[in-house]
């Protein structure tokens, strides 16, 4: 039997009505906001994420799905091309290929796959799933304001809590600019080179390739030697300082709580000034729901012109553990099951759902096969309201009979009344 790859799965329903529910609250949210959204290929060049997420992170040193292409084209042959592990870099990458800077700020958000082999385990995934958003802009739309950074981070808010999350936290930071981060990573290879060798693996490479990557590490050992290291906000310049002021400034004003973190960083390469990630303890060790930070450089870095912007992204697959919710409360249940009775009845009953589904009633179809019992006891299974019995008998005269399944109560109600009687009791219940 062939089964689904590791590190992989398939969301069946009801658990698909969770996901639904999340996209479709996100979706509002971001219309609030005045977001729009963005659609990038799921595969790009390889080079676009070397380039930009950064040559020695783990992503692209062991955790992306890489190949050479084989196109029949000549232009095609030996192209390197790579799934994407994240979305931030595709969209910038549209926005320098499409001129998007001729519309001044772009507010832009995604929902979809991306695929990192990376260990499998509780709410990750090889081909895991992303909500994000990005606003980027040249400097005179006002893509540089701490304002933004707020927004963002505001709007994130919002959105836990209008889909029940509580208890959730805020960790706020600044990593400052490239000559900021630049001081930051001497100071932390200095610090780190008598006692890396003490540090785990992953570690002891972080410590020469990308220092700031050491703050990653979830070993419990590793902790006190991490605890001792040099802070990034002894390093800030004055502009990064005020910046941050700024951001924890309009975010104490709109009430959104935060917990400063100056031990929280971004690992990818374009990341500057502010970052947050938000957590939740439902999720365990591994708490992050959301991550996200300041990205000015990007552009540049991918032969843009000047765009600062920010963004973030929240893991879907654990973002849906983390619901109050059940996939019972959100899974909308058939309102009307139809049983026909007799032979020839399936047409007409067919012709039946018709009428009601124009009006938005969810129906489920029985079959002329079934005896009456067999009916009922389908439509109960499934959840159904009512069920609605189409014999010869109701098709003649008009009237139907309509079952409460719950309570047993049965009336008899016109054809031109379904619909009415239909929407009265749903409300009234």
Not at 183 to 195: F, G, H, K, Q
Request: include cysteine; proline fraction near 5%; aromatic fraction near 8%.
């Amino acid at each position: 039997m062939i089964k689904a790859v590791r590190g992989t799965r398939d969301l069946l329903p009801p658990e698909t009505a969770l996901w639904n529910f999340v996209e479709s609250t996100v979706r509002d949210v971001f219309r609030a906001y005045t977001f729009h959204e963005i659609r990038t290929p799921i595969f790009e060049d390889t080079q676009l994420f070397s380039r930009s997420v950064g040559e020695e992170t783990d992503i692209v040193s062991k955790e992306m799905y890489t190949w050479t292409d084989q196109g029949r084209a000549e232009s095609d042959k030996g192209q390197s091309l790579t799934l994407r592990p994240e979305n931030t870099a595709g969209v910038v990458r549209a926005y320098i290929e499409h001129k998007l800077w001729d519309r001044g700020l772009n507010k832009l958000y995604y929902i979809g796959p991306q695929f990192r082999r990376e260990r499998p385990q509780k709410g990750r995934y090889r081909q895991f799933y992303q909500i994000g958003a990005e606003i980027i802009g040249p400097p005179s739309a006002g893509s540089e304001s701490p304002a933004r950074d707020a927004e963002i981070i505001e709007l994130l808010a919002t959105l836990l809590n209008r889909l029940g999350i509580t208890g959730w936290q805020l960790q706020l930071n600044s990593i400052g600019c490239t000559n900021d981060r630049a001081a930051y990573n001497e100071a932390l290879r200095r610090a780190l080179d008598p006692v890396k060798d003490k540090m785990c693996s992953d570690c002891q490479r972080r410590a020469v390739t990308n220092p700031l990557r050491v703050f990653d590490c979830k070993v419990p050992e590793d902790q006190p030697i991490i605890e001792k290291l040099p802070r990034i906000s002894q390093f800030l310049d004055e502009p990064c300082r005020q910046h941050f002021a700024q951001v924890k400034e309009i975010l104490n004003s709109v009430g959104v709580d935060f917990h400063e973190n100056d031990r929280l960083v971004r690992g990818l390469d374009y990341y500057m000034r502010t970052t947050f990630e938000f957590t939740h303890g439902a999720l365990g060790a591994q708490n992050a729901i959301l991550g996200g930070g300041r990205y000015d450089g990007l552009s540049e870095m991918l032969g843009g012109p000047q765009a600062p912007g920010i963004g973030f992204a929240i893991g879907e697959d654990r973002l849906v553990m983390s619901l109050g919710k059940s996939a019972e409360e959100v899974f909308r249940k058939p309102e009307v099951y139809i049983a026909p009775l007799g032979a020839g009845m399936n047409k007409e009953a067919a012709l039946l759902a018709r009428e009601l589904r124009k009006h938005n009633i969810i129906v489920e179809l029985g079959d002329e096969g079934f005896r009456l019992k067999k009916s009922l006891e389908t439509a109960a299974k499934i959840g159904a309201k009512y069920a609605l019995i189409a014999g010869e008998n109701e098709l003649s005269t008009g009237v139907f009979a309509l079952k409460d399944l719950a309570t047993g109560k049965q009336e008899s109600v016109p054809r031109p009344d379904l619909v009415a009687r239909i929407r009265s009791v749903s409300e009234e219940k």
